[in-house]
């Protein structure tokens, strides 16, 4: 019997590694991608066992193709406005199938009390799968390193530096490919059902470092520039993230500042049985993004 695996969010950040990942894997499994646009999700139709299928969160009629015959959700909702109504949505869809196990992309810090806005709008989620009767398991990472490719290349390629308002605040980033190879262990073994897992990086790094790493692996120069919360909202801002979104963000920046992220688990060697990416490698794996 063959199970059939469904990413939501599968051309993003993590849910293309997740794809990737276990279209890798020995055994009967499908692997359902579920995109936004197809045109974005031709490079994962050429991964061996894997079907791509056309989703609007927003949507509820596009989304019952895509659940019919669906064993497994990895739910992936984006950062956005109207996330936990998009999560609720996929939720109530996969009831109705049938789903049997659901692994969500949370966050670090979603059980913390009171926490942040960010932590208490995944957490809203988790409650909501929990008390809809499915088996789960919820992936909570710290920052994505990828979030130095989706927000900072830019800056970093035509003037040589980064901005943020993290100050000397330490943070245990992690690789998006690591917090997959976690998800992908969580989708295809039983032992992780109920469990919360906080995923970190093997090493607490502050934006200074990480800019000197960049410059190290890179040949060239490069420097993070500390700015006071305003203007960095003001950055969010003017890239088109609703203020609400931007306060969020900069609640997170707070505690980075105020030193409160500066662990690190053992989360991706417990659970993948592998050694976390360090910043050093991802850097070297996507050098071609900051020069
Ligand atoms: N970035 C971090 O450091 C971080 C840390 C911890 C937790 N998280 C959490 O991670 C999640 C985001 O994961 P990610 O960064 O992998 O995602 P992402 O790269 O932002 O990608 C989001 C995905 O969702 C799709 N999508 C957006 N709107 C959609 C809609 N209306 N219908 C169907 N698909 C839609 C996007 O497709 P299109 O691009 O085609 O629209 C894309 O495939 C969020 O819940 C965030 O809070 C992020």
């Known amino acids: 019997m063959h199970t059939t695996i469904l990413v939501t969010g599968a051309t993003g950040t993590v849910g293309r590694e997740v794809v990737k990942q276990l279209s890798m894997l020995d055994g009967d499994i499908r692997v359902r991608a579920g995109v936004h646009s197809i045109i974005k999700g031709e490079n994962l139709k050429r991964l061996p066992g894997v079907e791509i299928v056309e ?29 936990i109504q998009m999560a609720k949505t996929l939720v109530d869809e996969a009831r109705e199938a049938g789903v049997k196990h659901i692994v969500k992309l949370s966050v670090i810090g979603a059980d913390a009390e009171p926490g942040l806005a960010l932590g208490r709008w995944h ?70 059902i109920g469990k919360a897992y906080d995923i970190t990086g093997g090493e607490a790094l502050s934006n200074y470092e990480v800019a000197q790493l960049m410059g190290e692996v890179t040949g060239k120069p490069v420097n993070y520039v500390d700015v006071p919360d305003e203007a960095a909202k003001k950055g969010m801002t003017d890239h088109g993230v609703p203020g609400f979104m931007a306060d969020a963000m900069i609640e997170v920046y707070r505690e980075y500042r105020a030193g409160k992220s500066n662990e690190t688990t053992d989360t991706v060697e417990r659970v993948a049985g592998r050694k976390p990416h360090t910043m050093r490698q991802f850097l070297q794996d996507h050098k071609e993004c900051f020069v």
């Not at 949507?59 to 669906?70: E, K, N």
């Not at 943020?164 to 690789?175: M, P």
């Open 55 to 83: 989703m609007d969160f927003e949507d509820p009629d596009s989304l019952h193709a895509a659940f019919t015959h669906v064993d497994k959700v990895f739910l992936i909702t984006p950062f956005a406005a109207d996330q």
């Open 123 to 192: 957490r809203e989620i988790e409650k909501y799968i929990e008390n809809s009767g499915f088996s789960y398991t919820f992936l909570r990472p710290t920052s994505f390193m990828q979030n130095y490719i989706n927000y900072n290349a830019d800056s970093i390629k035509k003037e040589g530096r980064f901005y943020g308002a993290t100050g000397e605040g330490k943070v245990g980033w992690v690789d998006a490919r690591d917090i997959a190879a976690v998800g992908v262990e969580a989708l295809t073994n039983d032992d992780h």
